[in-house]
């Protein structure tokens, strides 16, 4: 069996097809039989040949049918089959004909589930088998005995199905309830990496930022103090190390999220990123009520922040920056610096403003960048 976008063919072997034609062989050779003198044929021979050769074509339509689909070609040529080879029995009535209506019913009912087809089939073929044999027997019971037959492999046909219908519905299910269990063994896992990543923020990615802002304080008092270059020199050297244990421990965050959307506690580790390396100071809020954002606006948010600082280290160094996180009907992030004094040159930006706009175009928000009086300001809006 396989699987196809009509649904699900059966009997798609080369046994299944050949099986197909076995009536069809059998009617070339009823028909060429029927060519002796002594044959017993109840119509003329040219009629039955031309009956034989609508059999013939008919079969050549059982090749496309498949389990489920609704009557065409192929159910029609199926019921074309019924009929002309239950008068082809009648016509050859000591032919091997006989075995078409058996053969067709159980493939109506193999094919064509509870569809008015499909019953319009089996009762050709009940009476396709017995008439004939009545007809030539004047035997009531014999003729009584090849409908039952019929009717027996019908129910043995439909008892098939049925059987065959639970073993997929059983697949399925089983399928169904193995996903639904690795789904869940995925959620438990990725809600304790989860879990574990908001402790290493929050506990040791705190706790070395702290740790940094201090050396860095304990370093400007040892240069107040007029201390020995070795003991600035250390102090330096341990702020370097907390700076670099800070920035492994937010990679170890993303690696246990799994995930490269950021969140807003991505956009404050950025502004203590930038004000641990810059030495400058920079400030983050948040105001309103937070709520959960899109993953698009997040990423949004976060490249613009993370150029925005960018063009800042760059243009104007050591200056004051400010972040905003507003939420309302629209989150509008505000990224101010404030070197004193509006830049000498308010160009229109180059690639990196460029791809901020850019960014806020596919979010459905807009940004933009300008000269203060005292510095530079980006603001984006994006959706909420």
Same mark, same amino acid.
Do not use: C
């Given at each position: 069996?396989?699987?196809?976008?009509?649904?699900?063919?059966?009997?798609?072997?080369?046994?299944?097809?050949?099986?197909?034609?076995?009536?069809?062989?059998?009617?070339?050779?009823?028909?060429?039989?029927?060519?002796?003198?002594?044959?017993?044929?109840?119509?003329? %021979?040219?009629?039955?040949?031309?009956?034989?050769?609508?059999?013939?074509?008919?079969?050549?339509?059982?090749?496309?049918?498949?389990?489920?689909?609704?009557?065409?070609?192929?159910? %029609?040529?199926?019921?074309?089959?019924?009929?002309?080879?239950?008068?082809?029995?009648? @016509?050859?009535?000591?032919?091997?004909?006989?075995?078409?209506?058996?053969?067709?019913?159980?493939?109506?009912?193999?094919?064509?589930?509870?569809?008015?087809?499909?019953?319009?089939?089996?009762?050709?073929?009940?009476?396709? @088998?017995?008439?004939?044999? %009545?007809?030539?027997?004047?035997?009531?019971?014999?003729?009584?005995?090849?409908?039952?037959?019929?009717?027996?492999?019908?129910?043995?046909?439909?008892?098939?199905?049925?059987?065959?219908?639970?073993?997929?519905?059983?697949?399925?299910?089983?399928?169904?309830?193995?996903?639904?269990?690795?789904?869940?063994?995925?959620?438990?896992?990725?809600?304790?990496?989860?879990?574990?990543?908001?402790?290493?923020?929050?506990?040791?990615?705190?706790?070395?930022?702290?740790?940094?802002?201090? +050396?860095?304080?304990?370093?400007?008092?040892?240069?107040?103090?007029?201390?020995?270059?070795?003991?600035?020199?250390?102090?330096?050297?341990?702020?370097?190390?907390?700076?670099?244990?800070?920035?492994?421990?937010?990679?170890?965050?993303? @690696?246990?999220?799994?995930?490269?959307?950021?969140?807003?506690?991505? +956009?404050?580790?950025?502004?203590?990123?930038?004000?641990?390396?810059?030495?400058?100071?920079?400030?983050?809020?948040?105001?309103?009520?937070?709520?959960?954002?899109?993953?698009?606006?997040?990423?949004?948010?976060?490249?613009?922040?993370?150029?925005?600082?960018?063009?800042?280290?760059?243009?104007?160094?050591?200056?004051?920056?400010?972040?905003?996180?507003?939420?309302?009907?629209?989150?509008?992030?505000?990224?101010?610096?404030?070197?004193?004094?509006?830049?000498?040159?308010?160009?229109?930006?180059?690639?990196?403003?460029?791809?901020?706009?850019?960014?806020?175009?596919?979010?459905?928000?807009?940004?933009?960048?300008?000269?203060?009086?005292?510095?530079?300001?980006?603001?984006?809006?994006?959706?909420?």
């Amino acid at each position: 069996m396989t699987w196809t976008p009509a649904g699900l063919v059966r009997d798609s072997s080369v046994p299944g097809l050949l099986l197909r034609a076995v009536p069809g062989v059998i009617t070339i050779l009823s028909v060429i039989v029927a060519t002796r003198d002594d044959a017993d044929r109840r119509l003329p %021979y040219p009629l039955i040949v031309a009956i034989g050769v609508i059999v013939v074509l008919s079969n050549i339509t059982l090749f496309f049918l498949r389990d489920g689909d609704p009557p065409g070609p192929a159910g %029609y040529g199926l019921l074309v089959f019924a009929v002309a080879g239950s008068v082809l029995w009648y @016509a050859l009535p000591g032919s091997a004909m006989i075995i078409v209506p058996f053969w067709v019913s159980r493939a109506a009912v193999r094919y064509y589930r509870a569809q008015p087809l499909e019953w319009i089939i089996v009762a050709i073929s009940i009476l396709g @088998a017995s008439v004939p044999l %009545y007809v030539t027997t004047r035997s009531l019971p014999g003729a009584f005995g090849a409908a039952f037959g019929v009717v027996a492999l019908t129910l043995a046909a439909v008892n098939r199905r049925t059987r065959e219908q639970q073993l997929e519905d059983l697949e399925v299910s089983l399928a169904r309830k193995q996903a639904a269990i690795e789904e869940h063994e995925r959620a438990a896992a990725l809600a304790e990496r989860a879990r574990i990543a908001r402790d290493v923020h929050d506990v040791l990615a705190h706790s070395l930022a702290g740790l940094s802002l201090s +050396l860095q304080g304990a370093r400007l008092m040892l240069v107040r103090d007029g201390a020995s270059p070795e003991a600035i020199e250390q102090v330096t050297r341990a702020q370097g190390l907390a700076a670099d244990g800070l920035a492994e421990a937010r990679r170890a965050v993303a @690696a246990l999220r799994e995930d490269a959307v950021p969140d807003v506690r991505a +956009l404050g580790d950025l502004v203590t990123a930038y004000r641990l390396e810059s030495g400058a100071t920079a400030e983050f809020e948040v105001d309103g009520e937070e709520r959960e954002l899109p993953a698009e606006a997040l990423g949004t948010l976060y490249r613009t922040l993370q150029e925005a600082l960018a063009n800042t280290r760059k243009h104007a160094p050591g200056a004051l920056v400010r972040v905003r996180l507003t939420y309302g009907d629209v989150v509008r992030l505000t990224v101010e610096d404030r070197p004193g004094q509006p830049p000498k040159r308010a160009a229109a930006g180059g690639y990196g403003l460029l791809g901020m706009r850019e960014r806020a175009d596919l979010v459905g928000g807009s940004l933009e960048a300008g000269p203060t009086s005292t510095g530079w300001r980006v603001e984006l809006k994006v959706p909420a």
